[in-house]
């Protein structure tokens, strides 16, 4: 190897270093101001945007939201947004811009943060991350690509706005609550909060957890499931979005986690930095969509209790 090659390969370690410690120190701050959080965290997984169910969302979710007469933070889980232009895998029979599904995206978020006068806390994930993938695909060199990326607007000049947090990350850890969009055993229901909680618990994700947590709250899956492992909660939050055209494309069911979805959301009560055990709440949409007009909520204690039934 060649002496400026090698120089060329340091000067990409010295980026990305640059840049993770950046990422850090923004997930610590956020972190830090939410540790000892009191009031409601609602967790909005997958919304997915342009492909968000709007009729669940502002029929059912916002309207929650907004009755909560108590302090509601909520949290975006990832999936925001679809990016399905920079995608190496089947598109959306027309596939909306991404310049788009920002505006749609901003106009949702100023829905929380303005008129529902809520903070929100935003983290990045598989569809965020497509523009990255994308780059990385079609520009040949390191130091090119991140180059084309700064010309790029940044996520501040996109969707910044009073009020919003954003975690350049896959995982934020709000008061003992550790969201997360991690994707391993995403197809078998249950399974991610299993390999979450023994991540952050004993694996290479316990350094990046500052304080005890008791919850871990999942999106990526599509699904819901709410189970205790280690003396932790696992949450799977479910999806917001309408099914994709991928979802029905006939291609084996190993092809992707599109099973079965669950539309939905969780909320739970945290006092002082500590999750309520008894005010979790796994909210399902599904019975509306079937025309049944109820929503469907588990707790712990009914989920116990039906476990301890079947
Ligand atoms: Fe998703
Ligand atoms: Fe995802």
New binding site residues.
Partial sequence: MKIQNILDRFKEFEYVVQEWEKNLAQRQRVEKRFNTYTGWVYVLG?V?VPFTDWELVYQHVLPDIAANKEKALVVLPG?SLSFDLFSRYRKASSTPLPEGEIRVLRKFLSTLTKDLKREVIMIFSN?EARIYKFIRDNIKGFLEQQEILNFLKTWDDLLGMSNLYMVMDWMVQIADIVVSHGEPGSRIKGKVNEWAINYFLHGPGKHYITNYFQVVAQ??T?QQSLGFYCERVGIEVG?L?KPLDYQFCNQPYSYGKYGDWSRGYAKLKVVKGITDRKEIRLINLDPILWNRQYRKTMTLEEKFCCDSNE
Wanted: aromatic content about 0%.
């Fill in positions: 997958d997915h999936d569809h999106a990526h599509h999806v979005s």
